[in-house]
């Protein structure tokens, strides 16, 4: 199957995009941001739209500059509203998704834009595999200047603050992360899905780890691993490649959902 050039591209493609989804997935899982990742696809919805109908050659440029500022607004107004964080995502989340749809069927433009739902990783290009490796980077450099503080606020905020840590710059940058990796791997992965992406590797990770190192390295090995099985799946199936590997990592995800009480005591 790797004697085509489009399977060698999505090849490349996971090996770059399933790591960076395995280790922000610690971060999304340990901060409760489940709903708050699942919000971004949404957004993103909408800025494809945008993207769009402002005609400026490419829906990637607003795609990235909508979802930068949807997290960016979601993060400041959940911390300074009355209401629940999960109140204020909710209302965002809903908002794009109707505000997108409104935008993609008006004049009956829907059809162009519904390989974003369900993503093709199968058409990924060489220049996309430029972007992503661009991206590859600055999540590692990202990593290694917040890990530390990212990890102290998921465990306590209170505990964050004495020591320093302003708590809401850090949880908006990580937005910001979440938003750019989400934009750029959207097209390729699908709206529907990009979710469980960001959600099932740590979900999985801690069914059996009880400590940070083995999580994170877990996390990453079982993304990577349901994107390279995910991959093969999709091809010999005539699938989409982005359902076949989540299929894959909920599989994980339940097999060691059973067999937590052998690892984690």
Excluded: Q
């Excluded at 749809?101 to 390989?115: A, D, E, H, P, Y």
């Excluded at 974003?116 to 590859?136: C, K, N, P, Q, Y």
């Excluded at 603050?161 to 990796?181: D, Q, W, Y």
């Excluded at 190192?213 to 349901?226: D, E, G, N």
């Amino acid at each position: 199957m790797f004697e085509f050039e489009f399977m060698r591209n999505a090849l490349a493609a996971v090996l770059l995009v399933t790591p960076l989804f395995g280790i922000l997935s610690t971060m999304v899982v340990s901060n409760r941001m489940a709903f708050f990742s699942d919000s971004l696809g949404h957004g993103a919805f909408t800025g494809i739209a945008i993207g769009s109908l402002i005609g400026i050659g490419s829906e990637i440029f607003g795609l990235l500059g909508f979802s930068v500022t949807f997290a960016l607004l979601i993060t400041y107004i959940k911390n300074k509203a009355r209401s629940g964080a999960d109140t204020v995502i909710g209302v965002f989340s809903s908002t794009a998704i109707a505000l997108g749809l409104l935008l993609m069927t008006s004049g009956g433009r829907f059809n162009k834009f519904s390989r974003f739902l369900i993503g093709d990783l199968l058409s990924v290009t060489r220049e996309d595999l430029i972007a992503l490796a661009a991206v590859a980077i600055l999540v590692a450099a990202s990593w290694a200047i917040f890990f530390n503080r990212l990890l102290i606020s998921s465990v306590n905020l209170t505990l964050a603050k004495s020591r320093g840590i302003n708590t809401r710059f850090v949880e908006s940058a990580f937005a910001v992360l979440l938003a750019v990796v989400v934009a750029l791997s959207i097209n390729k992965v699908g709206i529907l899905i990009i979710n469980a992406f960001l959600v099932l590797p740590a979900a999985a990770a801690r069914n059996v780890t009880n400590s940070v190192r083995p999580y994170h390295f877990c996390s990453v090995l079982i993304a990577l691993s349901s994107g390279l099985i995910g991959l093969i799946a999709a091809y010999e199936l005539d699938a989409a490649a982005g359902s076949a590997i989540v299929v894959c990592n909920a599989i994980i995800y339940f097999v060691t959902l059973i067999l937590k009480p052998h690892f984690v005591k």
